[in-house]
T-cell receptor, first 115, second 112 residues
């Protein structure tokens, strides 16, 4: 077990709705990244938070937003859901922003289905 | 052309065989190379990471990076049915804020 937990595990939403996904990192891990993994694809980087500030972003529109809290938890918010947003959403935490990519521990993911 | 290319498989081999998994990439700025294993309905699990070119060994696993050819490999010796999973290569230029760029993953099946 990585010590990174995500909730909920599964979610079904309707196109146009908004969704919030949650991640609880390991204690002491001050960096969290979010990824989208479509079926049959590798994960794609959405954004990264370090000490509650976004410090990196992939090629995702502004309707994907996030928050990181002092208690090592974080959220991914997606507005105006589209059918293509259906995917497994993964969060990854790291103890150090320099090691963020070489020591990233992933949660089990939230499977989002948009209908 | 995608930044990272990886054959999705499936790759099916008998138990005990040596498995070779590979990725090619186009971005010469990549310096950190990782291999993740992902079981069905689970998040990716880091197996190994390598900085720049060279080899790294950990038990039954060996990772190789050839930056001149933009080619990375993962070898699994004495493969076991429990190694059946999807193997994802990932890489980054470093600096932290770029995130990881993943391949599609190779679905590996080890036949008992």
């Amino acid at each position: 077990e990585t010590g990174v937990t995500q909730s909920p595990t599964h979610l079904i939403k309707t196109r146009g709705q908004q969704v919030t996904l949650r991640c609880s990192s390991q204690s002491g891990h001050n960096t969290v990244s979010w990824y989208q993994q479509a079926l049959g694809q590798g994960p794609q980087f959405i954004f990264q938070y370090y000490r509650e500030e976004e410090n990196g972003r992939g090629n995702f529109p502004p309707r994907f937003s996030g928050l990181q809290f002092p208690n090592y938890s974080s959220e991914l918010n997606v507005n105006a859901l589209e059918l293509d947003d259906s995917a497994l959403y993964l969060c990854a935490s790291s103890p150090d922003p320099i090691l963020v990519n070489t020591e990233a521990f992933f949660g089990q993911g939230t499977r989002l289905t948009v209908v | 052309q995608k930044e990272v290319e990886q054959d999705p498989g499936p790759l099916s081999v008998p138990e005990g065989a040596i498995v070779s998994l590979n990725c090619t990439y186009s971005n010469s700025a990549f310096q950190y190379f990782m291999w993740y294993r992902q079981y069905s309905r689970k998040g990716p699990e880091l197996l190994m990471y390598t900085y720049s070119s060279g080899n790294k060994e950990d038990g039954r696993f060996t990772a190789q990076v050839d930056k001149s050819s933009k080619y990375i490999s993962l070898f699994i010796r004495d493969s076991q049915p429990s190694d059946s999973a999807t193997y994802l290569c990932a890489m980054t230029a470093g600096g932290g804020a770029d995130g990881l760029t993943f391949g599609k993953g190779t679905h590996l099946i080890i036949q008992p």
